[in-house]
């Protein structure tokens, strides 16, 4: 019998851990399973290990696990596995099994789209699950490119603090030219932040026509102030309208699919997309106001509350949507100068490693030597904000380690709150220090919530190790007896 060929993609939307946890898994299933797989990674550096068209051709079947675009398109006509990224990585095997025992459902890509040989139209699929999963994964194509910006924007106006609160300001007495440079260059990357993530919404849905239509509805929305739920609002409305528009024109003969592209889509898009967000804007912008002032009312009238809230949804899937939803909301805050909200969230999101590292340290006995070597590299990635780094302990047990994980968390951001500590960055964890306000106030709080949540673990494990051992002697014990 000839070796299964399979090759997969693989991307999560900061590109950073979960992408290349899921190659590793899914390499590690096919050795177990006797199958040949190569696997392209979708990272925050772009494409690695590309499919070449050979590759793809000699393949027996696809695996897509990933929450961004991959670009489907190209497997038209073989077997593909399409899933989240989590199932990546905890689920692998049953991944492989379903192409080997060929179950997988061959796919067929739309052939009216333009540049459809190259990339595909975006294919909606049916189903509740599946169109959620759809969405998701459109609404996480847009974080991901939208993240860079942030990131480094924020970075680059964090920095500028170091030089005064106020010395970016000419009118103020502590202005310095660095620190404005460093301020205006930075407010540039946040100002495209909407507009970024609206076009990268519309092109998962519509591939390159709609990646215009989404950054001019992103513009109108970010100018008019709707800010990033304005941003998710045009993305959507940009793509809809594109695959709309493709669908009007899909009779007109083929050799006008150049003129489509290039001028009708374009053309009539940008018209329905600034229709469409000029209606909307003024709506979209007083539920925005609405959202932070709610925010930043609850931040100071019961940070205990928001504190648990947001420690919850950020070690709930760690990296998955529901985290995801606290950090986007968080770096959206931040683009509007709220530096309190994200503070809690960032030190929500450090959390869970410490969480695993100190209690792999304190109760080194209950681990085995993989789990220490593995807990010792969360001291780093939580050092750094890689809340991926306790996904394996949590996957292992997750009933009871994700729990102590949120309670972990929930004691970090309260303390945060409490403390009123500020971060103008959003990302980096302990390496921007230097421009948080309140920066030993910050550690001592994700300190206390890592402890917390170790020694919980920590115990959990001593527990059952003790239990355990209770069974073996009672068992000797019985068969002394018999």
């Not at 529901?322 to 030190?347: C, H, I, P, Q, W």
């Amino acid at each position: 019998m000839a070796e299964v060929k399979i090759v997969a993609a693989t991307g999560c939307p900061t590109g950073i851990a979960h992408t290349f946890m899921a190659e590793e898994a899914l390499k590690q299933a096919a050795q177990k399973l006797g199958v040949e797989i190569k696997i392209e990674t979708h990272g925050q550096s772009g494409i690695e290990n590309g499919l070449t068209k050979q590759e793809i051709a000699e393949a027996d079947g696809v695996i897509i696990a990933a929450d961004k675009d991959v670009d489907v398109g190209r497997f038209h006509g073989k077997p593909v596995v399409e899933v989240p990224v989590a199932k990546g990585i905890h689920e692998p095997e049953q991944l492989i099994q379903t192409i080997i025992d060929g179950k997988a459902t061959v796919y067929k890509a739309k052939k009216d789209f333009p540049q459809q040989s190259k990339e595909d139209s975006g294919k909606r699929s049916s189903g509740k699950r599946a169109i959620l999963h759809s969405i998701y994964k459109d609404l996480m194509n847009g974080v991901s490119y939208m993240l860079p910006f942030v990131v480094g924007g924020g970075v680059l106006i964090a920095l500028s603090f170091l030089f005064g609160i106020h010395s970016a300001d000419p009118e103020h007495e502590s202005y310095n030219s660095i620190a404005a440079f460093l301020n205006s260059t930075g407010g540039l990357a946040f100002q495209l932040m909407v507009p970024i993530l609206a076009a990268f919404i519309a092109e998962s849905i519509a591939k390159r026509p709609g990646l215009v239509v989404g950054f001019i509805g992103g513009l109108i929305a970010s100018n008019g102030g709707a800010g990033f739920l304005g941003g998710i609002v045009a993305g959507f409305a940009g793509g809809y309208i594109v695959l709309l528009l493709v669908k009007l024109f899909s009779k007109m003969p083929k050799s006008l699919n150049g003129l489509k592209s290039i001028f009708l889509y374009p053309l009539i898009g940008i018209l329905l997309i600034g229709i469409v967000m000029t209606l909307l804007v003024e709506p979209m912008t007083a539920i925005n106001e609405g959202m932070k002032t709610f925010l930043s009312n609850f931040q100071d009238a019961n940070p205990i509350l928001l504190g648990l809230i947001v420690g919850a949804m950020s070690a709930f899937d760690m990296g998955g949507p529901v985290n995801k939803a606290a950090y986007v909301t968080g770096t959206a805050l931040l683009a509007e100068g709220n530096f309190y909200f994200m503070a809690g969230v960032s030190a929500a999101c450090i959390t869970p490693p410490l969480v695993i590292a100190f209690a792999t340290l304190f109760f080194k006995k209950y681990f085995n030597q993989a789990e220490r070597n593995a807990g010792g590299v969360n001291f780093i990635l939580g050092a750094t904000h890689i809340t991926e780094g306790a996904i394996p302990f949590a996957a292992k047990n997750p009933i009871v380690v994700i729990p102590i994980l949120m309670v972990g968390s929930s004691v970090s951001a309260i303390l945060t709150y409490l403390m009123g500590v500020q971060v103008p960055a959003p990302h980096g964890g302990f390496l921007v220090l230097p421009v948080v306000t309140g920066a030993v106030q910050w550690v001592i709080a994700i300190l206390a919530g890592s402890l917390t949540g170790a020694f919980i673990y920590g115990f959990y494990k001593k527990h059952n190790h003790d239990k355990e051992k209770r069974r073996g002697e009672e068992d000797d014990d019985n068969e002394q007896i018999a």
